[in-house]
């Protein structure tokens, strides 16, 4: 099957262009999305996060993929991720079905259980229970969008939707649209496969950390039991990669490097969660080397070197969908010369 080509959105601001309180970053991200969907990929995701202009600043994926709806003629909308500890499951079944009907069945929906401590504090919710608390709102999720009725009384969700009552509205795609849960430990890989998710695997792992992963998933999924197995989304392995190409590795790298060091030094901040340690080989305390990122972890440099590592991680890894990222400090010009680069020259060698 031809490999799929996701973009990352994070409404990550560049706060020299994009000046405090950064309101400019979400029509600069909407031009990103609608160059996207010109260019003929295949799906923008869009990220929750809060609080924090050191990431990303877009509370509500539904709301913005709405908008987006009428903004964009063909591209598949997703959330990567709603973090669904922050949430009513019930609330989150009603709003996929809602957007769904908006893009015309366009929608995908990826969920994850958070990684940032100050997220979690700034809503109220128990940071260290986030795990136990998402694998039982993903319970509700699942029965809820198969029979749109629940009868549930767990440790930290309660609903009862039954009897003349029933979940509204009704999904375009069915059973429901593709699932997808993010995931990069052994616990949360298992939980993905065996309750038919598809999986959703973070920028910051190896080539060789990703291969182990993948098959462990693939493992889990023969533990599915077929009522889950329906999922549009099952056996999918969407790879987040920070990418970017340009006409030569060398030209890559000085126009990259700068950026793509200063954002993966946040991702390993305490404000993260020790999330790297969590999901990868790296910890907090690497030295970050671009030349070495280059060969274990990037897809950077000239198409022909990027269409070489990204043959080899396919086979590697057996990814189904490739999800480009990239930080907001390239600029909006270089950043969308990129993306037409990629789409010219990358894309026609995958897609058939």
Sequence with gaps: MPMKFGILFVSHPDASAELYPHRDVHARVTREIQEADRLGYDIAWIAEHHFSNAYGILPDPFAYIA???PQTKRIKLGTAVMTLPLHNPLRVVENAAFVDILTNGRFIMGLGSGYRPYEFKGFGVNFETRHDRQEEALSVVLEALRIRKIHHKGVY???????????????????????????????????????????????????????????FYREKMKDAPEQWT??????????????????????????????????????????AGGYMGNVSEKAMDTELDYDELAQTTLLHGSPETVIE??????SMAGITSLVLYYPPY?????????????????????QG
């Design 157 to 215: 969700y309660r609903h009862d939707v039954m009897g003349d009552y029933e979940i509204f509205p009704a999904c375009v795609q069915q059973p429901h649209p593709p699932l997808y849960m993010a995931a990069g430990s052994e616990r949360s890989i298992a939980f993905a496969a065996r309750h038919g998710f598809g999986l959703m695997l973070s920028t910051l792992p190896s080539f060789d950390t990703l291969a182990v992963q993948t098959e």
């Design 309 to 314: 590592r990204l043959r080899k991680l396919e």
């Design 330 to 350: 390239y600029g909006e010009e270089k950043t969308l010369r990129m993306l037409r680069l990629f789409a010219e020259t990358v894309l026609p060698e995958f």
């Design 67 to 69: 908008y987006l709806a």
């Design 230 to 271: 329906h999922n549009p989304g099952f056996g999918q392995i969407d790879q987040a990669r920070w990418v970017y190409v340009a006409e030569t590795d060398a030209k890559a790298k000085e126009e990259s490097k700068a950026g793509i060091l200063h954002i993966l030094k946040t991702f390993m901040s305490r404000g």
